[in-house]
């Protein structure tokens, strides 16, 4: 896949795709112990119901933090590769994020974004992505070139496939649909927290 | 006769306590008052140093990094802080995570700004509701033994902390620099 190839596609025409099923995916292709960020609501409960690795944080407040954390995971860790999940709401709240990590340029971070154009979990009101935001190229804008919509689920795999190698940090958008979540995050702050260190400790 | 060392600036004692306290990354969004502390820790190749868009950010990655085992700290100003209710009640509080911050107050002992001065009278209120320790150092012979003493209780009890730079430290003449 060539580096246009693989930015070509738009908005418009990237297929709408399941956050579950993304996550599984996802989470399939995680060999190495990577650290995976969950952003609050539905994406870190898809995150929950794919197999509670130890490797694997919920964030439950702080909206817009997921890429934050993972920035300084993946600063601390250089050698490890770290995952953050955010939605598109949560994401539109913390932009100024996108230039922090360009900025730092940490080859082992990837940010996957749902985009879902709504806030799901508290009615379904439209985001800005309804009305024409287009996340990937204010990542773009932001200078991290290495990011892009997946057309669809095989392209979807591809781009993890590059990402998880190294090529980082990238970022990937995805539409998805207003499925419900396939569970629950337990809520338990501290536990989570222990059990993510625990599950990253060198 | 002899020859006398020249006295510590503050930024110079908190820059010291910071290694000695293995404290390796320092997340800040900018104020003139910390200019100082700011500029030496980007000379200083022990540090990481990342200055992000916003605060929230900034106490993200320091969260993050201390969960991956690297100590971080965080600076800011007054108005800063104000911006952190949400982060500090809903990850930092719940989680337990040791975070330090340095504050240094503006809005207060002769600011201009009337913006500055009511956000001023919001942060120790704040603190105070979020149960989180605070102490403003206003004597230079203090601050090593307050920022360190700070530090090591944060970490060691799994709590926040706020280390508030007075303007009688930052501001009045012979202890500023």
Redesign the interface.
Known sequence: MTSSEKHAVARDTARVMNRSDLTRRLVAKLKRNE?V?GGIGNTNFDLWASGQRPQN?Y???????A???????????PQ?HVVALEGDGSLLM?L??L??VA??APKNLLMIVWDNGVYQITGSQKTLTSHGVDLVAMARAAGLANSAWARDEAHFDALLEDALAGHGPAFIAARTDEAKPAGTTERD??K??MR??EG??? | MSVQSPVKTWAEMILQVLKDNEIRLVTYVPDNVLRPLIDALHADPYFTVICPAREEEAVGIVAGAYMAGMRGITLMQTSGFATLPNALASLVRPYQFPLVMVISERGTLGDFQLGQAVVCRTMRPVLTSLNIEHFAIERLDDVEFVADRMIKQAFTTQEPAAIILSPLLTKKSNTSH
């Open positions: 650290a960020i944080f964030m439950l407040g702080s909206m817009g933090l890429i934050p954390l993972a920035l300084g995971v993946a600063t601390a860790q490890r913390q100024g994020t230039g922090t900025m730092r702050p501290v989570i927290r993510f260190m990253i400790a060198v």
